[in-house]
Each structure stands twice: as structure tokens, then as C-alpha cells.
């Protein structure tokens, strides 16, 4: 089984247990707290709380869910944020711990999180999600369990530290470039006369060529090239009337050109191309799992997939994956950028500059960082779908 993220109203949510970060005595309060109670009944849920009496921080305790779509109520007590150096962050993890270990003596197979303290506790929310992910992250590489985290608003996290710090920047160079690239058309599309365009407003003021980073000069660079004209680096572009005649053409054109003058080459029969298939997508991730030495329970697991689902790719050799999937068993067998795009291209799929999602694991490719979570908390920081 496995995690994801939610936007909604966790009293909305349906799953074995539902978590409500408690007050300590048997009453209830503003946020979840309150939402919980006036969902489940609140006099009901009232009466059971009452006969647990006071639940110290990061402690749980269990009440039936009545009119939620849930068997069970964890309540656990979170901490009041004051800091952060008086042992907050400490006890926030075991408030999740020990409601994932109170799930394994009860049996459930799902459960639903808010971001524990995060209301008027005052805990911080980028830190709480960090913390919930480490916690679940290390609780399902040995156990099996749906696990829901629910955010209730729109808020953007802005997430720190040493691997999120590329993050932005990253796709900053490559997403708005291939946006550019796509609209003048240099994949083979437009004219050379769009190049031009481009090399010339390349000109920037020297401040801003200083910003401009390596990579975003590298690729303007090459774009002036494939348009036959000169870099911007070097000073003004070469006139158009000196534009060579097949370059004028445009790119389709001279395309056209080139293959018409080209050699005929013998056609292959419809029967020949359909027996030299090559591996399917499932084929090849079995290969490679047995290839790399992993067993399939902790492949499926980094993957952030289920037994379920890895069952029907392992009994199924033309099982098609969406592409998450596809995406998160690359992460999970850790292949690099040429792999990645060799397992992906099996299931129909390729990596795009024009995709945030694509963006963002690449980077994390490129980093030699596999774990699923810390990607997902990347993908979720910038609204994207997660993995698995």
C-alpha cells in the first residue's frame, strides 16, 4: 500500500482510521479538532473522550468514528509551537509514530493525518510535512498501510534546505527556454527567420546577460548556431541577405530536401517489424530489478506502489503503466537520466522540458536523489500530481 497528499476536509475523507490532533483534556476546540467533533456527533464523541480522561502529548487514543466515514478516531495530543528548542518537533513525530503503531495492533490497512499542531498550535506547516513524510517514509519500507496526509487549504509550502535549493532554478532554465523553443519553432518547426529574432533580443544589457545563467547562454548559443547565425556573444547577428539560400528555406523545407536526395532504402514488410518488437515495459523492469539485485517488495515500496499493483505488472507482460508509474519505478530501481528515459520510452512515454513534473525528477536524477518522498514533497511544493 501507499502514501499521497490530499487537499480537502479530512472529516471528508474515508479511511479505517481518522487522526485528530486532540486537546489533552476531554473537550474540543477551534479547527480540526472541532470540525472532527461536530462531523462524528459531537455529544457521542464527547461522551467517549470523557471516559479516556487527560492523553499527554504525543500519546493516542482510540474512539469510535460514529457518523465519519472511518471505524476509528485516534486522538493524539500535539505540541504548542514555541520555538522549536523545546522539544516540539520531537514530539509531533511521535504523535504520528505511535498512531501508525497503533494501526498495525488494530489491523486497519488506512488511515488519514492532518498536519498535526499546525493550527493554533502554531506548529509550522513546512515542518510538519517534512516531518510526516520522514516518519511515513520509514514506516512503510516494513509495513503495509494506506496512508493519507490531508492538507486542508491552498497554502504553498515553500520547503528548505540543501535539496530544494536547485529546485526552482532548475526549472527555471529548462521549462521557460523549451516554452520559447516550442513557440519559434526550433525543434524544426518555423523559420530562420525567428532565430533571428531570438539571437537579436539575446543582446541583453550587460546586467542582465549577468544573470542569465551557464546553461540558459549554452542554449542560446546553440540556437544562433542551428539558425546559421552568429552566437549573440560575439557581437551583431549575420545580415539575412547573407543567410545562405537552404538555410532561407526553412527548416522543413531543407529537411525535405535532404531525405528527398537521400538513398532509398528497402522497406521492411508490416510481419517483420511486428516480430522484432522489442521488450515491454513490464518485461523490462523485472529485468532490471533482477538486474540491480533488488527483491520486488522493496522496489514496489520506493516505488510508493502496492503489492496489488506490482502483482498485476509482474503476472501482466504487456502491462501498460500511467507515467507517474512509470516515473516512480525508475526512481525506485535508481536508474540514471538514459536508463530512465530507455524505461519510460518502453510504456510509450518520454521526459519533456515542458513538464514541470518531468523537470522536477530530472533534476533529482541528475542529484542522485531516489527517495520518492522528498520528490513528491518537490512536486507538492509546486502543485504538481505526485508520484506512485
Known amino acids: 500500500m501507499a502514501f499521497q497528499i490530499v487537499r480537502n476536509d479530512i472529516t471528508k475523507i474515508t479511511a479505517d482510521?481518522?487522526?485528530?490532533?486532540?486537546?489533552?483534556?476531554?473537550?474540543?476546540?477551534?479547527?480540526?479538532?472541532?470540525a472532527i467533533y461536530l462531523a462524528a456527533g459531537a455529544d457521542r464523541l464527547l461522551a467517549e473522550r470523557a471516559k479516556i480522561g487527560p492523553i499527554a502529548e504525543g500519546d493516542v487514543a482510540v474512539t469510535p468514528a460514529f457518523d465519519l466515514n472511518a471505524k476509528y478516531i485516534f486522538h493524539t495530543v500535539g505540541p504548542v509551537w514555541n520555538?522549536?528548542?523545546?522539544?516540539?518537533?520531537d514530539t509531533v513525530r511521535n504523535c504520528y509514530l505511535n498512531c501508525l503503531n497503533k494501526a498495525v495492533e488494530l489491523g486497519i490497512e488506512s488511515i488519514a493525518f492532518p498536519l498535526?499542531?499546525?493550527?493554533?498550535?502554531?506548529?509550522?506547516?513546512?515542518?510538519?510535512l517534512i516531518?510526516?513524510?520522514?516518519?511515513?517514509?520509514?514506516?512503510l519500507a516494513d509495513h503495509e498501510l494506506d496512508i493519507t496526509l490531508v492538507v486542508f487549504d491552498n497554502e504553498s509550502f515553500t520547503l528548505s534546505g540543501k535539496i530544494f535549493s536547485g529546485v526552482n532554478e532548475y526549472i527555471d532554465e529548462n521549462y521557460a527556454v523549451e516554452k520559447i523553443t516550442e513557440e519559434y519553432g526550433f525543434a524544426g518547426a518555423a523559420s530562420f527567420e525567428a532565430a533571428d529574432e531570438i539571437c537579436e533580443?539575446?543582446?541583453?544589457?550587460?546586467?542582465?546577460?549577468?544573470?542569465?545563467?551557464p546553461r540558459r547562454k549554452n542554449l542560446l548559443r546553440s540556437i544562433c548556431d542551428y539558425s546559421r547565425l552568429e552566437a549573440p556573444v560575439t557581437g551583431a547577428a549575420m545580415p539575412k541577405s547573407e543567410i545562405p539560400p537552404e538555410a532561407a528555406m526553412g527548416a522543413p523545407v531543407a529537411a525535405q530536401a535532404a531525405m528527398a536526395a537521400a538513398p532509398v532504402k528497402p522497406?521492411?514488410?508490416?510481419?517483420?517489424?511486428?516480430?522484432?518488437?522489442?521488450?515491454?515495459?513490464?518485461?523490462?523492469?523485472?529485468?532490471l530489478i533482477t538486474e540491480?539485485?533488488?527483491?520486488?517488495?522493496e522496489v514496489y515500496k520506493r516505488a510508493n506502489a502496492d503489492r496489488k499493483l506490482f502483482s498485476k505488472i509482474r503476472s501482466n507482460k504487456d502491462y501498460k503503466p500511467k507515467k507517474a508509474t512509470a516515473l516512480a519505478f525508475a526512481l525506485a530501481l535508481k536508474l540514471n537520466i538514459d536508463e530512465t528515459k530507455d524505461l519510460l520510452g518502453k510504456a510509450g512515454y518520454a521526459l519533456s522540458k515542458s513538464s514541470i513534473t518531468d523537470l522536477?525528477?530530472?533534476?533529482?536524477?541528475?542529484?542522485?536523489v531516489y527517495d520518492i518522498m522528498t520528490i513528491n514533497l518537490a512536486l507538492y511544493e509546486h502543485n504538481e500530481p505526485l508520484l506512485g
Request: no cysteine.
Open 17 to 34: 482510521a481518522i487522526v485528530n490532533t486532540a486537546n489533552p483534556e476531554p473537550t474540543f476546540m477551534a479547527g480540526t479538532d472541532s
Open 116 to 128: 498535526i499542531s499546525t493550527g493554533i498550535y502554531g506548529f509550522p506547516k513546512a515542518d510538519a
Open 83 to 89: 520555538g522549536g528548542d523545546n522539544g516540539e518537533k
Open 267 to 287: 522497406q521492411r514488410s508490416l510481419e517483420d517489424v511486428v516480430k522484432n518488437v522489442s521488450e515491454t515495459w513490464s518485461q523490462s523492469l523485472l529485468r
Open 201 to 213: 533580443d539575446a543582446e541583453v544589457p550587460e546586467e542582465r546577460a549577468e544573470r542569465r545563467s
Open 131 to 139: 516531518i510526516a513524510t520522514s516518519v511515513f517514509s520509514e514506516f
Open 360 to 368: 522536477i525528477v530530472e533534476y533529482f536524477i541528475e542529484n542522485e
Open 292 to 297: 540491480k539485485g533488488y527483491t520486488d517488495t
